[in-house]
Each structure stands twice: as C-alpha cells, then as structure tokens.
C-alpha cells in the first residue's frame, strides 16, 4: 500500500509540484492525482519518481503496510 503523506513529502522536499511530477511521468495532472489515491504506480513510473526524487528506501514508500 502506497504511502500517500511520505510520496507528498518527498515532492515538497524535492521542490516539485503535483503537475511538474505529472509532466515528469508522462500523465496528466488528474492521472497522478487518482494514481495517487489508488496507490497504483506502474514499475517504470516507481523508477522515475525514486530516481528523480532521490528516495533512499523505496519500499517504505511504495510498500507501506504490506501484509507478508
């Protein structure tokens, strides 16, 4: 389960707004925003977002909560 509040931190730190992160991932504004609200992020876009926004440990984000 994605970790909303820590993906919207990471964009504040980073310095980027919701569109610049949408631009950067191809989509449009309304795509991240219930991409965001899914937590349904597809592999390439996860290697964006961790590349360009310096995430140190990924799974904390993209696999909060995940039940084993």
Known sequence: M???KALKAEFVRNGYTQAQIAEML???QKTLIARMKS???GTDE???LVEKLHIQNPMEIFFANQVT
């Open 46 to 48: 996860v290697a964006i």
């Open 2 to 4: 994605l970790d909303r």
């Open 39 to 41: 937590g349904v992020f």
């Open 26 to 28: 191809n989509i449009s």
